[in-house]
Nanobody, 119 residues
Framework: QVQLVESGGGLVQAGGSLRLSCAAS????????MGWYRQAPGQQRELVAT???????NYADSVKGRFTISRDNAQNTVYLQMNSLRPEDTSVYYC?????????????WGQGTQVTVSS
């Protein structure tokens, strides 16, 4: 089992910044990809950014140049630095981790953290 604890969401004005964190814990042998997704009310969950174990990143077109994903492998933590936030970035943000645990590979989701951007 992998436990994911997210933090860093909140309310910010348009143009502002927030930094999300997601720490993974449990008996983890290895973590592969880590990522952030978001889901607005009435919408499907969508990819925001992912990062592989060797640091390769992928971003949704809507956040390129504004958001930066990073990870600390020693701390099993993934971050999302969000700059130049827009009202349309308002959503619940979820972290996602693919980890090798005792039973094999497990895909785990965080509980979600609310990000609200006011205009």
């Amino acid at each position: 089992q992998v436990q994911l604890v997210e933090s860093g969401g909140g309310l910010v004005q348009a143009g502002g910044s927030l930094r999300l964190s997601c720490a993974a814990s449990g008996i983890i042998f290895r973590i592969n990809a880590m990522g952030w997704y978001r889901q607005a009310p009435g919408q499907q969950r969508e990819l925001v950014a992912t990062i592989t174990s060797d640091g390769r990143t992928n971003y949704a077109d809507s956040v390129k140049g504004r958001f930066t994903i990073s990870r600390d492998n020693a701390q099993n933590t993934v971050y999302l630095q969000m700059n130049s936030l827009r009202p349309e970035d308002t959503s619940v943000y979820y972290c996602n981790v693919g980890a090798l645990v005792r039973g094999g590979w497990a895909n785990s989701w965080g509980q979600g953290t609310q990000v609200t951007v006011s205009s």
